[in-house]
């Protein structure tokens, strides 16, 4: 009898082995918490401490939800993902010692977003907020970024040929960093297609935003830029960028700068900016009359303007 039964009993207990959820299995939703335990698995009962362990245990396409007010740490993203904070207190990241907040390493096809994040320097601040070096997209929505060494936001990744990338920012704060608010200089030759929607950026030591290189594109949309060091909005080296309903005010430099690149201004307000509200140099301008801006600056002689000029 002991015999027939012991069989029996081995194979049941191996059946049931065959159920068993691994330990570390990834999820596609996992959930932070400042209560949480990053020895946990991160599911809703037992959320993870970090956002870098949460990112760990998530799977490709899946999303990280913030439970409630804290600092979840600096964090590499290598998949496509989504980081949602829908207003349960600040999601922070205090980023020092030279280091970047949110690094984005995911692959080309990857598309990834963050939602209510706030990104700042502390003590003698972090390099950078946000660093973009690859994705397919990257969606900024509800964020701040400020008080960092160096740029805010950064995207100098690579964006390699016959690809189209995209980088869309909205409802954004970006503000009192070292360096520029927002600069944009890809390498590669494929296109790169930045958006900002109701973006501010104020008191950054350079550009409040910049795009360089002939192979990025920006339009600028019911936006601020104010009291920067450079100028407020900046296209150079053959990037093309539009502004619309956008304001430019007491920058340091220009408020609109259009440096042998391209650009189209409407519906603009360019005030109290110290070298002139519009600042064009070997460039191709494109304005309409329902513009707003007291001087005008620049190399006009190789600036082309064009349009209903109204300054």
Request: hydrophobic residues 40%; glycine residues 12%.
């Amino acid at each position: 009898m002991l015999e027939l039964t012991k069989p029996l009993f081995v194979a049941a207990v191996i059946a049931l082995g065959g159920f068993a959820a691994p330990a570390q299995a990834q999820l596609a939703r996992t959930w932070v918490s400042s209560f949480g335990n990053d020895a946990n698995n991160c599911d809703r009962p037992t959320p993870c401490r970090t956002f870098q362990h949460a990112h760990d245990k998530t799977l490709p396409l899946g999303e990280i939800s913030v439970l409630d007010p804290g600092g979840y740490g600096a964090l590499t993203i290598t998949k496509g993902i989504s980081i949602i904070n829908d207003g349960v207190g600040e999601a922070g990241l205090l980023v020092s010692g030279g280091t970047i907040g949110i690094l984005i390493e995911a692959l080309p096809t990857d598309h990834v977003s963050l939602r209510g994040i706030t990104v700042k320097g502390i003590g003698f601040g972090g390099v950078n907020g946000i660093l973009f070096k690859t994705a397919a997209s990257l969606t900024l929505e509800n964020c701040v970024v400020r008080n960092h060494d160096g740029d805010g936001i950064q995207m100098l990744g690579d964006v390699p040929a016959n690809s189209f990338v995209s980088f869309t920012l909205s409802n954004t704060f970006v503000t009192d960093n070292g360096g520029n608010g927002i600069y944009i200089q890809p390498t590669g030759t494929g296109h790169l297609s930045v958006l900002l929607n109701r973006v501010e950026t104020y008191n950054n030591s350079a550009h409040g935003f910049a795009v360089v290189g002939a192979f990025s594109g920006a339009a600028v949309v019911d936006s601020i830029a104010a009291h920067n060091g450079g100028s407020g909005f900046g296209a150079f080296t053959q990037a093309a960028l539009t502004a619309k309903r956008s304001v430019m005010f007491n920058n340091r430099r220009s408020g609109f700068l259009v440096d042998h690149a391209f650009a189209a201004l409407s519906e603009t307000v360019a005030s109290g900016n110290t070298n002139g509200d519009i600042e064009c140099t070997s460039s191709f301008l494109n304005t309409y009359q329902d513009n707003l801006a007291s001087t005008f600056s620049g190399n006009n002689a190789n600036c082309q303007v064009t349009g209903i000029v109204k300054f």
